[in-house]
């Protein structure tokens, strides 16, 4: 039985139907986790859940310790990471409620520990040409096809170092540059992920239009509210997808350090 995790965010601190089991709290070289991971099952399918911010989201996006999560997912046998996250909408036609599943990111993060490999265990390039798993993204549009659930094929997040949120003309830039949504979380989870030899699929929820892109002023509670409306959907499709997600990985991501070791 292959070992899901599921990653979220802003708005997502549980998964409604999953049968809990236990709760574990997880060592690392790297530091504390965010929060102790939830075990549980869904569909015969074992499910690890993280918030991100810690379940009372007291932990701001520049303060987590994507190390320590991702590594305490590995440390679990978590083999496929789903990620779900609030963002901004950047590209048009992209409006709150919106469901994409990512294929691209730019990367706009300047002070976060972005590798496990900063000397002491070698160095490694690992190839991030798609940074996203394939055979993860389609599973999930399969599901969606399945419950209903319209997803957005293909989007580049733009993750930014926040806490602030962005001022109109960085959002212009971004759009100039392909940017489609923006987050603050998205990185250096997925690359970490892929050093982990974990696959990994960004699920993001358009939570407002990023800045400048509607005239109103940007609010917190904006973001809630729009995560709460598609928490009913991201469940139909956490569901539906724990069953669609083949045993074994034909994805590349599980050899992602093959050739990348110096
Ligand atoms: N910008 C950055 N991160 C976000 C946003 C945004 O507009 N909305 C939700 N997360």
């Known amino acids: 039985m292959s070992r899901i995790g599921v990653i979220a ?17 997880v060592s690392t070289p790297y530091g ?21 911010h810690g379940k009372h989201h007291s932990i701001p996006p520049h303060m987590i310790n994507y190390r320590a999560n991702i590594w305490g997912f590995k440390k679990l046998g978590v083999s496929r990471i789903i990620s779900i996250s609030a963002v901004g909408g950047i590209k048009k036609g992209l409006k709150p409620g919106d469901i994409v ?19 002491k265990d070698g160095v490694a390039h690992i190839d991030f040409t798609e940074p996203f798993c394939a055979e993860l993204a389609q599973a999930l549009q399969k599901a969606g096809r399945k419950v209903k659930v319209t997803l957005k094929k293909g989007g580049t997040y733009v993750a930014v170092e926040g806490p602030r949120l962005e001022s ?19 990185m250096p ?4 992920a892929r050093e982990a030899e ?10 407002n239009y990023a800045a400048g892109i509607s005239r109103h002023k940007l609010t917190v509670a904006e973001v809630m509210e729009a995560m709460k409306d598609t928490t009913e959907n ?3 499709l956490l569901k539906a ?16 350090l093959a050739e990348a070791k110096i």
């Open 9 to 25: 965010g802003s708005g997502l601190y549980e998964i409604k139907g999953l049968t809990i089991k236990k709760s574990r709290t």
């Open 32 to 52: 504390k986790p965010s929060e102790k991971y939830v075990c549980g099952e869904m569909n015969e399918t074992e499910i690890i859940f993280l918030p991100r």
């Open 101 to 119: 599943i990512l294929d691209q990111v730019l990367d706009m993060t300047k002070n976060r520990k972005s590798t496990f490999y900063d000397g």
């Open 168 to 186: 109109a003309s960085e959002i212009k830039s971004f759009q100039i540059l392909g940017g489609d949504v923006v987050g603050m979380t998205g």
């Open 189 to 192: 989870e997925a690359s970490l």
């Open 198 to 207: 974990i696959c990994y699929s960004g699920v993001s929820v358009v939570a």
């Open 234 to 236: 991201l469940k139909k």
């Open 241 to 256: 997808v724990f069953t669609l997600i083949p045993d074994k990985r034909k994805c590349t991501c599980k050899d992602a």
